[in-house]
Every structure is written in structure tokens, then in C-alpha cells.
């Protein structure tokens, strides 16, 4: 069974670069048929789809913020980051990775990972 | 942007009453949207996707329907662990986006 577990700083400084990185376990992320994707949810602006990576080197970003986002990947290690460039307290959510069911990044997503909370304040 | 508004914002019903939650999208997604459900704490699970296949595991009291612009997820003879927050979501243009939530509580 494929589980997703996401890893990185709970506290970032605004106007720095929010890092975090998806592990991925129970299946490969170079497997065709899927995309890997950031998702972050904030209780005002609820559930907002960032971007996705398909193991071709395909990614697509949501144009909110596409002038800040970088997502990558690492076949060897198995795993997906994003990078959020020049934070500010918006930025502040909890952020998930999910492995999109399509290769386009037009998706579903299923799984989640569990989700980690960063906070931009200094 | 293809805004996805849920309705009701709250739904109160009682063990074993059907849920009916309604997502309505600012054009047509086709059939191209997905249910979540999310329990305090935890991520988004998928319920249904492309309006109306079940996800693996499902149970059949949920149900979806619907396509175009308007869509509806059923939950027949709602269980105590059916309480939660539900999210709707299309992939039929980028960006893709995602509905405020229906919470669904207990009465």
C-alpha cells in the first residue's frame, strides 16, 4: 500500500524559502500513470492545489503561484520537494503531498499524506 | 479559474437519515470531479471520483452523481463515523480547484 509522509521545517521566516520533501513508500514515484503533487490547506482559503511533477519531468503550477514554486523530484531517494520562494504569513498552512491517479497532473488524488503544519512568523 | 461552491455549509442530520450534499461549478467540468471526505487531524481522503466511481473501499451509501456544472454526493443511511467535513474538486481545467466544504454533523 503506498503511503506519503512529508518532512521539513514547522517554522520558516518570512521572505525565506519554505522547503519540504514527500517520502514516498509501498510503490516507486518513477512508476508511469501517475503524478505527484502539493496540495496545502488554510481554515480562510481552504484547500489550494499548488502543483504537480510526473517522473518525465513534467510539472505544472497552480499561476497563484507559479512565480514562487519549484517542485522536484529524486527517483533514487524516492521522493518529491517543494519550494516556496519570499514566504509571508499567507503562506502559513498545513501543506500535504498526494500522488495525482493520472500523468497529466489533472487529476484525483488518493493517497494523502497525513499532512505537516509550517508557519511563517519570525 | 473554476470556482466549486458546496452547499449547505453545514448539514445536521441524525444517524441512518440520507445525506445530500451539493457541489455546483462556474462552468462545466464535464465529469470531472472528485469527493473527498476529511475528519479533524487528518488529510483529504478520496470518496468518489469522475462524479460517480466509488474509490476502492467505498462503501455503497456513498454515491455520486451529476455532471456539467451541477453535482451531488449521497450518503444513504449516514453512520456516526460519516461525520466530517467533505470537499468537492474538478480536473477538468488547470488550475484545479477545490469546494469551502459541507460539514456534516451530527444532530
Known amino acids: 500500500q503506498l503511503h506519503l509522509q512529508e518532512s521539513g521545517p514547522g517554522l520558516v521566516q518570512p521572505s525565506q524559502t519554505l522547503s519540504l520533501t514527500c517520502g514516498v513508500s509501498?510503490?516507486?514515484?518513477?512508476?508511469?500513470?501517475?503524478?505527484w503533487t502539493w496540495i496545502r490547506q488554510t481554515p480562510r482559503e481552504g484547500l489550494e492545489w499548488i502543483g504537480y511533477?510526473?517522473?518525465?519531468?513534467?510539472?505544472y503550477y497552480n499561476p497563484s503561484l507559479k512565480t514562487r514554486v519549484t517542485i522536484s523530484m529524486d527517483t533514487s531517494k524516492n521522493q518529491f520537494s517543494l519550494n516556496l520562494d519570499s514566504v509571508t504569513a499567507a503562506d502559513t498552512a498545513v501543506y500535504y503531498c498526494?500522488?495525482?491517479?493520472?500523468?497529466?497532473?489533472?487529476?484525483?488524488?488518493?493517497?494523502w499524506g497525513q499532512g505537516t503544519l509550517v508557519t511563517v512568523s519570525s | 479559474e473554476i470556482v466549486l461552491t458546496q452547499s449547505p455549509a453545514t448539514l445536521s442530520l441524525s444517524p441512518g437519515e440520507t445525506a445530500t450534499l451539493s457541489c455546483r461549478a462556474s462552468?462545466?467540468?464535464?465529469?470531472?470531479l472528485a469527493w473527498y471526505q476529511q475528519k479533524p487531524g487528518q488529510a483529504p481522503s478520496l470518496l468518489i471520483y469522475?462524479?460517480?466511481n466509488r474509490a476502492t473501499g467505498i462503501p455503497a451509501r456513498f454515491s455520486g452523481s451529476g455532471s456539467g456544472t451541477d453535482f451531488t454526493l449521497t450518503i444513504t443511511s449516514v453512520e456516526p463515523d460519516d461525520f466530517a467535513v467533505y470537499y468537492c474538486?474538478?480536473?477538468?481545467?488547470?488550475?484545479?480547484?477545490f469546494g469551502q466544504g459541507t460539514r456534516l454533523e451530527i444532530k
Open positions: 498526494a500522488r495525482g491517479r493520472t500523468p497529466t497532473g489533472r487529476s484525483w488524488f488518493d493517497p
Open positions: 509501498g510503490g516507486f514515484i518513477s512508476s508511469g500513470g501517475y503524478s
Open positions: 511533477i510526473h517522473h518525465s519531468g513534467n510539472t
Open positions: 462552468q462545466s467540468v464535464s465529469d470531472f
Open positions: 469522475d462524479a460517480s
Open positions: 474538486q474538478h480536473r477538468s481545467f488547470w488550475p484545479i480547484t
